[in-house]
């Protein structure tokens, strides 16, 4: 059973670049959240969605990101334009209700010079 | 703004040793959970505890609750170099059901 699907792996991009990330939420599930991880700050919720619905935002650090859910099954996050502050690990995590029971993804660790 | 402090952030021990690897917070959850985290890898989770005072067992993993439910220790007997990773606690207030405050974790290196 496959469970939540990430890529890239990685990502090494210049600054000023548009990046997406993308992930396939398991089968069945309703619920996907959107994490950065970072050596200074640990583990961040960015976004959470319900039924395709964007519940909570605030994470999001600034108008350069946003995320879509286009069905169901996947989610893209998208930075434009891109910046080095914005390298770290970024996660999707899906789940049939809450966070407590949600399964993450392998991560896609971004680059930007 | 809920914390949660990990200690020690790193660990270094050779196979066969036991050890103990801490969560603390000034704040009262209704619940906390322990990730591991293996490199390239994302969080997968180990274990929930619920209730003040609550000792989980999960093979040579020992997991306890504070009884006033602000932190949480994790126990590993005889560890081996499968253990290592990067261990995560969790901590859930209740309200919101998708809101999670983690500690930034404990990075724990088994030698063989």
């Known amino acids: 059973d496959a469970g939540v699907i990430q890529s890239p792996r990685h990502e090494v991009t210049e600054m000023g670049q548009e990046v997406t990330l993308r992930c396939k939420l398991i089968?069945?599930?309703?619920?996907l959240f959107w994490y950065r991880q970072t050596m200074m700050r640990g583990l961040e919720l960015l976004i959470y969605f319900n039924n395709n619905v964007p519940i909570d935002d605030s994470g999001m650090p600034e108008d350069r990101f946003s995320a879509k859910m286009p069905n169901a099954s996947f989610s893209t996050l998208k930075i434009q334009p891109s910046e080095p502050r914005d390298s770290a690990v970024y996660f999707c995590?899906?789940?049939?209700?809450?966070?407590?029971?949600?399964?993450f993804g392998q991560g896609t660790r971004l680059t930007v010079v | 703004t809920q914390l949660l402090e990990q200690s020690p952030q790193f660990l270094s021990i050779q196979e066969g040793e036991n050890l103990t690897v801490y969560c603390n917070s000034s704040?009262?959850?209704?619940?906390l959970q322990w990730y591991r985290q293996e490199p390239g890898e994302g969080p997968v989770l180990l274990v929930t505890?619920?209730?003040?005072?609550e000792v989980k067992k999960l093979k040579r993993l020992t997991f306890q609750f504070g009884d006033a439910r602000k932190d949480s220790s994790l126990h590993i007997t005889a560890a081996q170099p499968g253990d290592t990773g990067l261990y995560l606690c969790?901590?859930?207030?209740?309200?919101?059901?998708?809101?999670?405050?983690f500690g930034k974790g404990t990075l724990l290196t088994v030698n063989p």
């Open positions: 505890v619920v209730t003040g005072g």
């Open positions: 089968s069945g599930h309703n619920s």
């Open positions: 704040s009262v959850f209704s619940s």
């Open positions: 995590a899906s789940s049939t209700g809450g966070v407590r029971d949600a399964f």
């Open positions: 969790a901590g859930y207030s209740g309200g919101s059901n998708y809101k999670l405050t």
